[in-house]
């Protein structure tokens, strides 16, 4: 049985497809459009999965959308009714591309897959799965157990923010849910509009800036923006946010709390003591929000392993606090847990919640160390340099290895790429900028003349499990960098 499993029309699009049980293929729009969170339909990752498996679309059993589109369309009509007329203007900007498209989405689906070809009803093969059952199952299905708590939590899907799910076996149940719009992805969202980074592509600078601050303003978050519960469970206070019904995350009023500073302007404004302090303020309180949730999970069921998706799972510094609480004995992150993950998500649950198929039990994650994309072959590569017109020499593997250490003891940046590009939003080794670490100034450097980006972005170290105790607060594996020691 092959299963293609799609995710698009928001951010991160992307495509995956498996033959039964196993990930043959996974990629995001991105990597052949070179526009970063595309959020087009994935044409290209869908020709990429077929290509790569050597199949064409009348060999597919199902392709399986990650969300139900009307259930999403009622939150957003049910939102701007309760806000009017409040949100006319945000209403009136989204609405008609909702009419003319989005709310049509099997319509759409079918005249994009007309671009590759097929035979017969396509229209009988394609399924739509809700948006945090896509994300549970992107973290269950592929993970090493048998049975588990999941946790998924992100900005919104159609109307869930935060869901609790049990996984045995090949089925997986959701428990419970919070709702739309109560929600600690938007929370975050909303510091990272205030910080002037763009939404839904620049929390993980939150997550890098908040190092360098205190956390001043975490009771003031607490005391007038959120009301957190002792087993984590949560309300936002909306006098202070404009997301429901405007063009911006957060209102005069928020700004009023924060030392009456409005957002910051990233073109005119530098980053300052205020925005490090406000960054490290609200990953405190995320910390403290997933921390209390874990733990009253961990009490609640008589079960030893977690699995984390959604895009607040992305947050390595989170994580890495969590595994240091031992409140579940094992922990599994989706490496793409963002939306972008939630096409192998529902592809899987298409082939065991849908299909109800047997699972097996296996002792790694199926992510394959997350390279699903795209390789090529040195033929390749060297036919596109010599059409480039690219100086080149080519290198056996032990002058390779010695000339790229040269350069590394030399303080030079490398540009490496070897087999297929990882799935997800981290670089792991496969498409990767490599560096010294020993050195002070490699960071800055790094970020300032090769990535021409902020200064205190950070970068991941890549070190020999056998070193590990040597260097880090650390005592297991983290292949996929979603933990912070």
């Not at 092959?2 to 196993?22: P, Q, R, T, V, W």
């Not at 994935?42 to 199902?62: A, G, H, M, V």
């Not at 591309?97 to 017969?120: A, N, P, S, T």
Request: glycine fraction near 6%; hydrophobic fraction near 40%; aromatic fraction near 12%.
């Amino acid at each position: 049985m092959h299963i293609i499993g799609i995710s698009c029309f928001y951010h991160d699009s992307s495509a995956a497809i498996l033959k039964d049980d196993n990930i043959l293929a996974a990629v995001q729009e991105e990597r052949f459009s070179r526009i970063k969170h595309d959020s087009n339909f994935p044409l290209n990752s869908i020709n990429f999965c077929l290509k790569s498996s050597n199949k064409s679309l009348n060999d597919i059993d199902y392709l399986i959308f990650y969300e139900k589109p009307l259930l999403k369309f009622t939150r957003l009509l049910e939102t701007y009714i309760s806000t009017a007329p409040k949100g006319f203007k945000s209403f009136k900007m989204s609405i008609p591309l909702w009419v003319k498209q989005k709310l049509f989405q099997k319509r759409l689906i079918l005249d994009e897959l007309k671009k590759i070809g097929h035979d017969g009803d396509f229209e009988k093969k394609i399924l739509f799965a809700e948006h945090h059952q896509s994300h549970a199952a992107s973290a269950f299905y592929p993970s090493p157990f048998e049975e588990a708590v999941i946790l998924t939590m992100d900005a919104t899907g159609e109307w869930t923010t935060t869901s609790v799910a049990y996984g045995k076996r090949n089925k997986m149940k959701i428990l419970r849910e919070i709702h739309f719009p109560h929600s600690i992805g938007l929370l975050y969202s909303a510091f990272t509009y205030h910080l002037g980074f763009k939404v839904n592509s620049g929390e993980y600078k939150v997550m890098g800036l908040a190092p360098y601050g205190k956390p001043v303003f975490k009771n003031t978050i607490l005391d007038h923006l959120i009301d957190v519960k002792s087993d984590g469970s949560f309300r936002i206070n909306m006098k202070y946010f404009n997301y429901c019904s405007g063009l911006t995350m957060t209102n005069k009023k928020f700004d009023e709390l924060f030392e009456g500073r409005q957002p910051r302007k990233p073109e005119v404004e530098k980053i300052q003591v205020f925005h490090m302090n406000m960054a490290a303020s609200i990953q405190e309180v995320i910390d403290m929000i997933v921390l209390r949730t874990v733990k009253h999970l961990s009490k609640e069921f008589s079960c030893e392993n977690l699995c984390l998706a959604g895009g607040v799972a992305l947050n390595c510094v989170t994580n890495g606090k969590l595994k240091k609480k031992n409140y579940f004995k094992n922990i599994w992150v989706q490496p793409a847990s963002g939306d972008a993950g939630g096409s192998i998500g529902a592809a899987f649950l298409g082939y065991y919640h849908y299909k109800n198929n047997k699972r097996k039990n296996r002792s790694n994650d199926r992510m394959q160390s997350s390279y699903l994309g795209p390789s090529y072959s040195n033929h390749e590569i060297e036919k596109f340099l010599k059409l480039k017109k690219v100086n080149y020499r080519k290198l056996k593997q032990i002058e390779l290895i010695k000339t790229t250490t040269r350069a590394l003891i030399d303080q030079k940046a490398i540009g490496w790429m070897q087999g297929k590009l990882e799935f997800g939003p981290r670089a792991l080794g496969n498409r990767s900028i490599l560096a010294d670490p020993r050195s002070e100034k490699m960071q800055n450097n790094l970020n300032l003349k090769i990535k021409f980006r902020e200064s205190f972005r950070p970068f991941a170290p890549s070190i020999l499990f056998e070193e590990l105790n040597n260097w880090f607060d650390l005592d297991i594996e983290s292949p996929y960098m979603l933990l912070v020691a």
